[in-house]
């Protein structure tokens, strides 16, 4: 039996990675009140695994999330161990009976909001927006009459006695949310062929060309990136780290490699997992860093002291 965290409550986006990720055990899932109580669960023990959101297709990361992996300082053993991807769609809900001229209060989490502003600016222009700690929260807070309307998952619709006065209003159709499955005790599954590494980079500040550098630990590997943002350490104005996913997984000599390039050249490298791409998606390996060019070279040069 895993026992598994997620952000909840029930009819979360959250909750939907879980079940798709988990279906025997979604049942039986905490839903936590917010992303740091679910990575707190985990990392306190009291779950096996934790689903959490990462980024969304129109809005770009989790802001919670991103932070709550990085509290746990140089490693805490937290790992992504899979990633889920859920196509979400939007629905205004509200109580039996509430109509869309009587709205004035709106309430969701912000990346709800941030992916349908356009539709609440031209439908719903003067109803304040409250930020909600998720979807499915806001949903249940109408329910409880606090307020007139929530924009959330159809599903969460049934769990709080809402009905949908309006359905689709995301501005953009077809968006998509990552999740990520976490787990602690170092664990990272084994390579599959079609894997992603994430990792947090430091570099020294005022270090002219000390991006480049890191970006050639990869580029020299024959490595992929699929994803680079930048974002404030929190330690002062111009402080940055680097997000980074990267197109291998950890059990890869190109990969460990890059890795020791990274360790000796940044202030500091934070791994967060090596995982399974939800894609499939095989990884193009250049003949020059596949593992048996690494073995050859390695063997060559040992050959040179006449070994
Ligand atoms: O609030 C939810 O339902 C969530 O699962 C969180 C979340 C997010 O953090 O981006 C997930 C998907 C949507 O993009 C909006 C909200």
């Known amino acids: 039996m895993t026992r598994i965290a997620y952000l909840g409550p029930a009819g979360t986006f959250t909750e939907q990675a879980t079940q798709q990720w988990a279906p025997e055990h979604a049942a039986d899932a905490w839903p936590a009140p917010s992303v740091p ?8 023990g009291r779950v096996d695994a934790a689903v959490v959101p990462f980024e969304n297709s129109v809005e770009g990361s989790v802001p919670a999330t991103l932070q709550a992996l990085l509290e746990g300082g140089d490693d805490d053993g937290v790992r992504i161990t899979a990633e889920v991807h859920v196509e979400v769609q939007f629905s205004l809900l509200v ?4 109509q869309l001229e009587d709205v004035s209060t709106v309430a969701s989490h912000p990346h709800a909001f941030a ?22 929260r806001a949903a249940q807070a109408v329910g409880e009459g606090l307020y007139d309307a929530a924009v959330a998952a159809p599903g969460a ?8 006065a309006v359905e689709h209003v995301a501005d953009r ?8 499955v976490l787990r602690a005790a170092h664990e990272v599954p084994a390579p599959t062929g079609s894997d992603r590494t994430t990792l947090v980079a430091l570099i020294w500040q005022n270090k002219p060309g000390a991006l480049l550098e890191l970006l050639e630990q990869f580029a020299t590997r024959g490595i992929d990136l ?20 990267a197109d291998a997984h ?28 939800a894609d499939g998606r095989p990884a193009a390996v250049p003949a020059h860093a596949d593992d048996e060019a690494y073995a050859e070279a390695q063997r060559w040069v040992e050959t040179l002291t006449g070994g």
């Open 37 to 44: 109580a679910a990575i707190a669960a985990l990392r306190e």
């Open 95 to 98: 109580r039996p009976g509430t």
């Open 115 to 136: 992916q349908t502003r356009d539709w609440l600016t031209t439908h719903l222009p003067t109803a304040q927006q409250v930020p909600e700690a998720s979807t499915a």
């Open 157 to 164: 619709a049934d769990a709080y006695g809402l009905v949908p």
């Open 173 to 180: 159709e077809g968006a998509v949310t990552r999740f990520v």
């Open 226 to 245: 699929s994803r680079l943002e930048s974002r404030p350490t929190g330690g002062g104005l111009g402080e940055y780290c680097f997000w980074i996913d």
């Open 250 to 277: 950890l059990a890869e000599a190109r990969m460990r490699e890059a890795l020791t390039g990274l360790r000796r050249t940044c202030r500091g490298v934070r791994f967060l997992g090596s995982y399974p791409r």
